[in-house]
Each structure stands twice: as C-alpha cells, then as structure tokens.
C-alpha cells in the first residue's frame, strides 16, 4: 500500500511491519505529511491507534528505541528488564537466557 504514496521532499518514511516513522527537517513539514499520510491510510480501509500515534514529536519511542535529532537510546523499561535478569549459573541457564 505505501508504494503508491509519494512523499514530498525533505520528508522520510521508515516501516517495519505495522510500525511507521515519518521524519522530516522541520515541524511544518513534517506536520502536514503526517495528515496526509493519515488520510491516505484511512482511504485505504487501514485503522490509526491513536493510543501509539506520536504526532509531531522532538522525541519518539520506535521499537524499543527513543529516538530524538540523530539519536537513538534503549528504552528505559528495556533496560530495567535486561538488568533484572538473574545471571544464569549453569549451562542450561546460559541456553535459555540466549
């Protein structure tokens, strides 16, 4: 379905699976692709969650990672979950943790 939309300059799509990020070089211009992203979708039958849309944000969590101007960070409940594993003490353990 995204082959057929054209972005306008300036603006890029990134998709994995259902999960869209849309960044662009300045607020405006990413502000309007994003509504006429919106509205293509829904022409297209597709439904937005608007409990996962982040519209028009400095910041955004994607996969995982909160990504902001060039940057990428692991989220912090992703971290807390890899630091409160017990280290494994057998070999089975190791298999399972891997």
Same mark, same amino acid.
């Given at each position: 379905?995204?082959?057929?939309?054209?972005?306008?300059?300036?603006?890029?799509?990134? *998709?994995?699976?259902?999960?869209?990020?849309?960044?662009?070089?300045?607020?405006?211009?990413?502000?309007?692709?994003?509504?006429?992203?919106?509205?293509?979708?829904?022409? *297209?039958?597709? /439904?937005?969650?608007?409990?996962?849309?982040?519209?028009?944000?400095?910041?955004? /969590?994607?996969?995982?990672?909160?990504?902001?101007?060039?940057?990428? /960070?692991?989220?912090?409940?992703?971290?807390?979950?890899?630091?409160?594993?017990?280290?494994?003490?057998?070999?089975? *353990?190791?298999?399972?943790?891997?």
């Amino acid at each position: 379905i995204l082959r057929e939309y054209r972005l306008q300059d300036g603006v890029m799509l990134i *998709q994995y699976v259902d999960d869209l990020l849309l960044a662009g070089e300045n607020q405006e211009t990413v502000r309007k692709e994003s509504i006429q992203l919106l509205n293509f979708l829904s022409l *297209q039958g597709l /439904k937005i969650s608007r409990s996962k849309l982040q519209f028009v944000e400095e910041e955004v /969590k994607y996969l995982g990672h909160w990504i902001s101007k060039g940057t990428k /960070k692991l989220d912090h409940e992703r971290v807390n979950g890899i630091l409160s594993l017990k280290a494994p003490k057998s070999k089975r *353990q190791i298999r399972q943790l891997l």
